[in-house]
């Protein structure tokens, strides 16, 4: 194992499980927010596909239809008083970024900084030493 992932020195199995937990977490973090993106691109892609159904229900005579979805849905807040662009700098700024930050505190003051100690020891104990493709690192 290399020395970037192995266990520092007086770190015990369960603070090893608790900040593999809290890796996981994280990871589970970055997903959500990958989705909230999408989200982001989906509804901003709805919007302006919009503009083509009004022109379209203008050219087939259904005005009142037309105004309805120009004026009530065209440009309209997701959520009060927020577009996209403004839910995912709220994320990002607040929820993501908060989470990042006391993730690095705990490995920072738990493993010195070191990430991943739990799946390196997991690879450790499930690869077949010896055999190709199953090397510790890179090297």
Do not use: C
Not at 58 to 77: K, P, S, W
Not at 87 to 92: A, G, P, Q, S, V
């Amino acid at each position: 194992m290399d020395d970037v992932h192995s266990r520092p020195t007086g770190v015990d199995d369960t603070t090893v499980e608790a900040l593999g937990e809290l890796s996981k977490a994280l990871e589970t973090i970055h997903r959500v927010r990958g989705h909230l993106y999408s989200a982001h691109q989906l509804i901003g892609g709805a919007d302006l596909t919009l503009d083509r159904v009004v022109t379209l229900l203008r050219e087939a005579g259904h005005d009142t239809v037309a105004d309805r979805v120009e004026h009530e849905l065209l440009g309209r807040n997701v959520l009060p008083g927020r577009w996209t662009f403004q839910i995912m700098e709220e994320f990002d700024d607040g929820y993501y970024a908060a989470f990042q930050e006391i993730e690095r505190y705990a490995r920072d003051t738990l493993a010195d900084g070191r990430r991943h100690i739990y799946e390196a020891e997991m690879k450790q104990r499930r690869r077949t030493h010896g055999l190709a493709g199953h090397e510790a690192t890179p090297h």
